[in-house]
């Protein structure tokens, strides 16, 4: 068992940075592959970029490739999303996920840990 607790959502105008955080509990916390989804209004949860245990290791969706970056830091059990060059588009809730396995799927169906996620508004 694993809670994911994000924060850093928030407003921003078009062309803005955000960073968003998502702290996990537990103490095996660099054993396994984290991640980011969001899911937009009235549009299906979507993946956004997951990054392996030891953080050697990212994956980020072409729609954000080269604006976002997904880092970890596991002394403090955390997993970043730095966004910048925020656009209107990437309006959405934003979600901290786990398998609390090595790999992490793209599919939001194959996902057994979500956080409540944050919600990120940009502004045109």
């Known amino acids: 068992q694993v809670q994911l607790v994000e924060s850093g959502g928030g407003l921003v105008q078009a062309g803005g940075s955000l960073r968003l955080s998502c702290a996990a509990s537990?103490?095996?916390?660099?054993?396994?592959?984290m991640g980011w989804f969001r899911q937009a209004p009235g549009k299906e949860r979507e993946f956004v970029a997951r990054?392996?245990?030891?953080?050697?290791?990212?994956y980020t969706a072409d729609s954000v490739k080269g604006r976002f970056t997904i880092s970890r830091d596991n002394a403090k059990n955390t997993v970043y999303l730095q966004m910048n060059s925020l656009k209107p588009e990437d309006t959405a809730v934003y979600y901290c996920?786990?398998?609390?396995?090595?790999?992490?799927?793209?599919?939001?169906?194959?996902?057994?840990?979500w956080g409540k996620g944050t919600l990120v508004t940009v502004s045109s």
């Open positions: 990054i392996s245990g030891s953080g050697g290791s990212t």
């Open positions: 996920a786990t398998q609390m396995g090595v790999v992490l799927t793209t599919r939001p169906n194959g996902i057994n840990y």
């Open positions: 537990g103490r095996t916390f660099s054993s396994y592959a």
